[in-house]
């Protein structure tokens, strides 16, 4: 396989950042103290001490005290980790150089999804 482009990497790792979001339990972080600075901690904990997506995946679901991931975050981790796994030296690399970036373009996307809801229930 070759190695995914950075923009595939980046498409990857904020497909996993809100698979993770959106399996946030009340016993894990809240979500103002998941955008700050838990979800960057623990994607690149997880991108270091792994080797594959999945063991990455599992560290940071754990660091983020989630104990499974739901139905649909789960579909998006998949298809995360088929893009991750295609060089994943390449992917914890990334991660260790842009992690504080990638999780702004999340955020930036989260706020533009935020910003559709509201104005779709205006709309009514």
Do not use: C
Not at 3 to 24: G, Q, V
Not at 41 to 68: D, F, H, N, V
Request: charged fraction near 20%.
């Amino acid at each position: 396989m070759s190695t995914p482009t950075a923009d595939e990497l980046d498409y990857a790792t904020i497909k996993l950042i809100f698979a993770l979001r959106d399996s946030l339990t009340q016993d894990g972080p809240s979500r103002l103290d998941f955008w700050n600075t838990r979800v960057t901690t623990a994607i690149e904990t997880a991108a270091a001490g792994s080797s594959t997506a999945g063991q990455a995946i599992t560290t940071a679901a754990r660091k983020l005290q989630i104990p499974a991931l739901g139905k649909d975050p789960s579909a998006h981790a998949a298809d995360a980790a088929a893009i991750i796994d295609q060089d994943y030296a390449a992917w914890a690399r990334h991660i260790a150089q842009n992690i504080v970036y990638i999780v702004a373009l999340a955020r930036i996307e989260n706020t533009e999804l935020q910003a559709a809801k509201t104005a779709l229930k205006e709309t009514r």
